[in-house]
């Protein structure tokens, strides 16, 4: 049965169980049976919802992908009556009331949502390995490294054939570092595009996005279409496109002109394989007929990662606070490392964060004077394969350090002190091309065209490549991935059985 529930993508299973040739239950059996067969290994479901999957299954759906199976991220993706941890011991009891609008609109397309996958404590790491759970995330590639994160569970989840699509967000790269590390497309929107209510007008400042991670194209379009609008409210409203993004990817794109970099943005070390995905990316288009040449916005990388991690501070400090006040949580609910970056949240004033958040817009003005001379801009998505699982845990002697830190409240003098661009550079340096995508509010998308083998006697990992379009330009960027998608097709590759 998994053979051929693998076969189907979310848009063919859905039109299955519209022609009845399968019911919503027998598919949504086939997600079980596989998660079952999977999950034990890899973690990413953390939290089942198998009966509440089945009431809904038995019922009439509706919707552009009725009856089919379906999975949240643990993180701002409310289910009324269904603990919603984001990752964190603080909150690993906390039920929501309500749904978030996203939610809604996943449950609106008929999707059966039998689960949430595993996320790391407040999205806040590119490896999912949250301590309230029993065990990390792993990578279906090579269950020794992480699938990336901040959705690593929805990435090993499709990766591994649980489900076709499931859903993810971006606030610093969620979507497209897990998408490249598990060898799946990951389309990040357009800051606006998708809501993040109710209880939020923007998500990090605007930096997060919601959506998902999915083995096709025409699913992720096709999942924008659903889930993409407005809702009451919202800050703005962006511009709706002028046909729906499925119609859309039926045209091949116009010619384009592409300007390309292998250099990090840090200065940091960008590993072979990396590079040699770019290389592969850039002769592939040439054939398709598109201009390529090397080239990259005038944006001071350095200066762009410390206004990152300054946002990325207050909002560890924000949702520590919040967790708190929900809950009562003391210091024990935190991972060491949260409390760390919520210290050094605390550290920052409000004059720092505001002049911080100020510099977004000449980054977003350096990447609109690029895109007038080029229609998207190529890297790779990340500077490194995945990690080991546990290569980056934090060593003990910096563990024990860290707690006199916080038993000192010594947040400020660690900003004196400069231990900042040493967080940056250990942080990112891994990560560093796409974190521009997100302080600029544009859509970016990460495209499976490359595996290797990454080092001496290991198995072929995926390695992505990530363009990023102008603001609202979703459909140029799908465009192009459904003609590369045509043109070296990836859903046939899959991971050995872990």
Same mark, same amino acid.
């Given at each position: 049965m998994f053979d051929e529930y693998a076969e189907h993508d979310a848009t063919a299973l859905a039109a299955l169980i519209a022609r009845r040739e399968v019911s919503s239950g027998e598919v949504l059996d086939a997600a079980l049976a596989r998660a079952a067969r999977v999950n +034990?290994? %890899?973690a990413a479901i953390c939290l089942p919802m198998e009966p509440m999957a089945r009431e809904r299954a038995a019922g009439p759906l509706d919707g552009p992908f009725a009856g089919v199976p379906f999975l949240l991220k643990d993180m701002a993706q409310d289910y009324a009556g269904v603990p919603s941890p984001s990752g964190s011991r603080a909150l690993r009891h906390w039920v929501p009331d309500r749904h978030s609008e996203v939610v809604r609109r996943f449950l609106d397309a008929g999707l059966v949502v039998f689960g949430k996958t595993s996320s790391p404590e407040f999205a806040l790491k590119a490896e999912t390995a949250p301590r309230v759970w029993p065990?990390?995330?792993?990578? +279906?590639?090579?269950?020794a490294r992480t699938p990336g994160g901040s959705s690593g569970g929805a990435a090993a989840a499709v990766a591994a054939g649980?489900? +076709?699509v499931a859903g993810a967000s971006d606030g610093g790269g969620s979507i497209r570092i897990p998408a490249s590390y598990c060898g799946l497309f990951g389309l990040r929107p357009s800051r606006g595009r998708v809501p993040n209510g109710p209880d939020e007008a923007e998500h990090w400042e605007g930096a997060s996005s919601h959506h998902v991670i999915s083995r096709s194209?025409?699913?992720s379009a096709r999942m924008l279409d659903a889930i993409a609008g407005a809702e009451h409210g919202a800050p703005f409203v962006i511009a709706p496109p002028p046909q729906s993004w499925a119609d859309a990817i039926a045209r091949p794109p116009r010619r384009l002109r592409i300007g390309f970099s292998t250099r990090s943005p840090l200065g940091t070390p960008v590993h072979a394989q990396c590079v040699a995905a770019v290389q592969r990316a850039t002769a592939l288009l040439a054939d398709l007929g598109h201009h390529v040449e090397e080239a990259a916005p005038a944006v001071d990388g350095p200066d762009l990662a410390r206004c990152y991690v300054t946002m990325y501070f207050g909002q560890t400090a924000a949702a520590m606070a919040r967790a708190r006040a929900l809950t009562g949580a003391g210091d024990d609910g935190f991972e060491l490392e949260t409390r760390i970056l919520g210290l050094l949240g605390r550290a920052v004033s409000a004059g720092e964060y505001v002049s911080r958040h100020a510099r977004w817009n000449g980054f977003s003005?350096? %990447?609109a004077d690029f895109h007038q001379r080029y229609d998207l801009y190529l890297t790779p998505t990340t500077a490194q394969p995945p990690n080991r699982i546990?290569?980056?845990d934090t060593p003990p002697g910096q563990r024990r350090l860290a707690r006199l830190v916080l038993a000192l409240r010594a947040g400020r003098l660690l900003m004196l002190t400069g231990m900042?661009?040493? %967080?940056?550079?250990t942080s990112l340096s891994r990560v560093p091309f796409t974190q521009l995508s997100n302080l600029t509010g544009t859509p970016s998308m990460s495209v499976p065209l490359h595996w290797a083998v990454a080092e001496e006697g290991g198995p072929a990992l995926p390695f992505g490549v990530q363009f990023i379009a102008p603001f609202g330009d979703e459909a140029t960027l799908l465009q192009l991935a459904a003609q590369l998608e045509q043109a070296?097709?990836?859903?046939?590759?899959r991971p050995a059985e872990p």
């Open positions: +034990p290994t %890899l065990q990390p995330t792993r990578n +279906p590639w090579d269950p649980i489900v +076709p194209v025409r699913d003005h350096a %990447l546990g290569e980056l900042v661009d040493e %967080l940056v550079e070296a097709p990836w859903a046939g590759r």
